[in-house]
């Protein structure tokens, strides 16, 4: 799976995944998803954000979240 909205880089937040190389993380959105702010909410809040930025922050964290299980 791509991630070609989702940047890592030193000189910004440390090199915490971020959206377009902006100094939006991935984890803020997230995590006011999480909290229940919506799209719309997210977009008004941060007008350099578009809706695919949003789209894609919840796949990676999904992607992220996935888990194996390893049975002995």
Same mark, same amino acid.
């Given at each position: 799976? /791509?991630?070609?909205?989702? /940047?890592?880089?030193? *000189?910004?937040m440390g090199g915490? #995944?971020?959206i377009r190389g902006m100094?939006?993380? $991935?984890? $803020?959105? $997230?995590g006011q998803l999480a909290h229940g702010? /919506? /799209?719309?909410?997210l977009l008004a809040d941060y007008p350099d954000l =578009?809706?695919?930025?949003v789209q894609q *922050?919840? =796949?990676y964290a999904?992607?992220? #979240?996935?888990?194996e299980i390893v049975t002995a």
């Open positions: 799976m /791509t991630f070609d909205r989702i /940047t890592f880089d030193p *000189a910004i915490r #995944a971020c100094r939006i993380p $991935v984890s $803020v959105i $997230v702010a /919506t /799209t719309e909410e =578009e809706k695919a930025d *922050a919840l =796949e999904a992607w992220l #979240a996935q888990e």
